[in-house]
């Protein structure tokens, strides 16, 4: 039986991930819930699951959280802040670990699960995108594996041979990640300018938490997971191309040198990718509906428009560049995005702010932590500056 921590337990991937480990209690049980501060939320997870720790990672929502375990007469320990984060990550509490918290506040939990060499299911691409690198190192150190969540990553794994470290002698010719276009495929830009956080934040597909469905809705995610699979399959960033699929059936393709295209399909529903890291190398129920190919009928495919959708052209720009610039990218684009739903900044001003962060990126790789961590608050402040200006 493995024993899980779900970091980011009350967003989209936490509670599919909850809801596949619901339908397997002989397979695994929860050892750790994490959450940023959703404390109602939190404790009724824990009053379902019955963790040994839950963490909160505002402190100002410690005893709260403490108060309404303490009225479910729940056995919980409960702790806060980010260290205590980073500990339960690689404590005694699990063996395997949900790396679902979104964006650069993933990032330390990430690599303290890899160091302990756990099995790390992830879900923060912005993790490999500020890191990869480290990330890399930490998953040697320790010992474990990685199986990544994203439903295009966990595609290309499982279209991949078993042992791909080296894609080349695989006959691998292309990765090709697919893209719905978000709710915005096919306008241009002159027909984005008006946008609001809730038009954005309306998916054609997925249901998905207002941060990343603002990356779909700009293509941004596409390009943060160009840059993940670059570092996931050792893949130069020639190999690998997008192509929108409005369906989203096909979560992702990969090409061989005999012109064999290999894709996993299914229906849009993230319980599938789950469901598959959870049981790896065996498979699961994941309570997902079989996919009725007649009913469906057709698939579509096309190429993206990079002219419109700057961001997926400034992700594969930042990936050239090297140095810094993954990290500015990361941090801009994160920064426009809060600043987009908070009624701060245009929605095409999203793009515009990462640009500009783009611009100012050293080109000397920050190859620690706390360098990484140095770079992503120096992005960060130069984005509010231009998100300022932007917003005059």
């Known amino acids: 039986m493995r024993t899980l921590a779900v970091l ?8 599919s991930t909850l809801d596949v480990v619901a339908r397997h209690p002989d397979r695994y049980r929860v050892g750790v819930l994490a959450a940023h501060r959703s404390v109602d939320a939190l404790a009724d997870l824990c009053k379902r699951f019955r963790p040994e720790l839950a963490v909160i990672a505002d402190t100002a929502c410690e005893e709260p959280l403490r108060a309404r375990l303490r009225r479910h007469d729940l056995a919980c320990r ?10 339960a990550a690689a404590g005694a509490h699990c063996d395997t670990v949900v790396a679902a918290i979104v964006g650069a506040a993933g990032l330390e939990s990430t690599l303290a699960a890899a160091r302990a060499g756990k099995r790390l299911l992830l879900a923060n691409k ?11 190192e930490a998953l040697a150190h320790g010992g474990g594996e990685l199986l990544p969540l994203d439903s295009e990553h966990n595609a290309v794994f499982q279209c991949l041979p078993r042992g791909h470290a080296d894609l080349a002698a695989a006959g691998v010719r292309r990765i090709l990640l697919t893209a719905s276009g978000g709710p915005f495929r096919g ?23 207002r941060k990343i469905s603002v990356d779909s ?30 369906q989203s059936i096909v979560h992702s393709l990969v090409e061989y040198a005999d012109g064999s295209l290999l894709a996993q399909l299914g229906n849009p529903d993230m319980r599938t990718a789950i469901a598959y890291a959870l049981a790896w190398p065996e498979r699961i129920d994941a309570g997902v509906s079989a996919l009725d190919l007649v009913k469906l009928a057709r698939l579509d495919f096309e190429a993206p428009d990079l ?11 930042a990936l050239a560049a090297g140095g810094q610039a993954t990290i500015a990218l ?3 684009n994160e920064e426009a995005v809060a600043a987009f739903l908070d009624g701060r900044l245009p929605f095409l001003g999203i793009a515009a702010t990462i640009e500009h962060g783009l611009s100012l990126a050293p080109a000397v790789p920050a190859t620690d932590l706390a360098a990484i961590l140095d770079a992503d608050l120096t992005a960060r402040r130069q984005a509010q500056r231009m998100i300022a200006t932007l917003s005059a």
């Open 8 to 15: 980011g337990a009350t967003g989209s991937i936490g509670a």
């Open 78 to 87: 409960v702790e806060s802040g980010t260290d205590a984060l980073i500990a």
């Open 126 to 136: 912005e993790a490999v995108v500020m890191a990869g690198a480290l990330l890399a």
């Open 187 to 209: 306008r241009k830009a002159a027909e984005l300018a008006a946008i609001t956080p809730d038009q954005a934040c309306a998916h054609p597909n997925w249901r998905m938490g």
């Open 217 to 246: 809705a700009t293509l941004m995610n596409k390009g943060l997971e160009v840059i993940e699979a670059h570092h996931l399959f050792r893949a130069p960033a020639e190999r690998i191309e997008v192509v929108v699929h409005p």
């Open 307 to 317: 002219d419109t959708f700057r961001c997926l052209r400034l992700a594969y720009q």
């Open 330 to 332: 990361n941090a801009a």
